[in-house]
């Protein structure tokens, strides 16, 4: 079945660890996003990726760092891990950063960082 | 940026309607977006919205009047099963999304 998927589904970390969350998509679609969900304040935007070879910062992206080597794969990198970042991450899709294109969200990993 | 604000919670019967507002301030407004989030779940797209006026999905419809900032997500002859949290998305001019807080609607029988 054609989707989004997302690894490790949960994590618990050591303050100061590094981690890379992964994400991989088989609908080829061009455009992939990193968000981070805490209760109270919805989903907020950390790296954005419109096509392979370029990324962008969102609204949060201090502590964070992604690649796009290719068109399937947007990992999602926390340099060393600090209690703040712990939250629920999403991962998702779009066939084109523009027009009527949906964004299309991976299950999510929780993170908790200790 | 995008300022985004809609209830924290409502609660209705099963079979009745149900209506969540959502008022936007935005530096660049390019469509706004209802998801829906069942607890423990990823966000699966509802609606989407780029003029004013009405857009009509089976037993949801979704209104959006640009010069008022102003969105609505409505929810007819609820279900149990529509008891989850909704997000209004605003989408800006270079095709980010920014949510909302999300309203908790609970059903009950």
């Known amino acids: 079945i054609a989707g989004i998927t997302q690894a490790p589904t949960s994590q618990i970390l050591a303050a100061g660890r590094r981690m890379t969350l992964r994400c991989t998509q088989d609908?080829?679609?061009?455009?992939m996003y990193w968000y981070r969900q805490d209760l109270g304040l919805g989903l907020r935007l950390i790296h954005y990726?419109?096509?392979?070879?370029?990324?962008g910062k969102g609204e949060v992206p201090d502590g964070y760092s992604v690649s796009r080597a290719n068109t399937d794969d947007f990992p999602l990198t926390l340099a060393s891990a600090v209690p703040s970042q712990t939250s629920v991450y999403f991962c998702?899709?779009?066939?084109?950063?523009?027009?009527?294109?949906?964004?299309?969200f991976g299950p999510g990993t929780r993170l908790t960082v200790l | 940026g995008q300022n985004i604000d809609q209830p924290t919670e409502m609660t209705a019967t099963e079979g009745a309607i149900v209506q969540i507002n959502c008022t936007y301030q935005?530096?660049?407004?390019?469509?706004l977006f209802w998801y829906q989030q069942h607890a423990g779940e990823a966000p699966t797209f509802l609606s989407y919205?780029?003029?004013?006026g009405l857009e009509e999905k089976g037993r949801f419809s979704s209104f959006l009047s640009r010069s008022k900032g102003y969105s609505y997500l409505l929810l007819k002859e609820l279900q149990m099963k529509d008891s989850a949290s909704y997000l209004c998305?605003?989408?800006?001019?270079?095709?980010?999304?920014?949510f909302g807080a999300g309203t908790t609607v609970t059903v009950r029988a």
């Open positions: 609908m080829r679609h061009n455009a």
């Open positions: 998702a899709s779009s066939e084109v950063a523009g027009a009527t294109d949906t964004q299309y």
């Open positions: 935005t530096s660049g407004f390019n469509g």
């Open positions: 919205n780029v003029l004013d």
């Open positions: 990726s419109n096509t392979a070879g370029t990324t």
């Open positions: 998305a605003v989408r800006d001019r270079d095709y980010k999304l920014s």
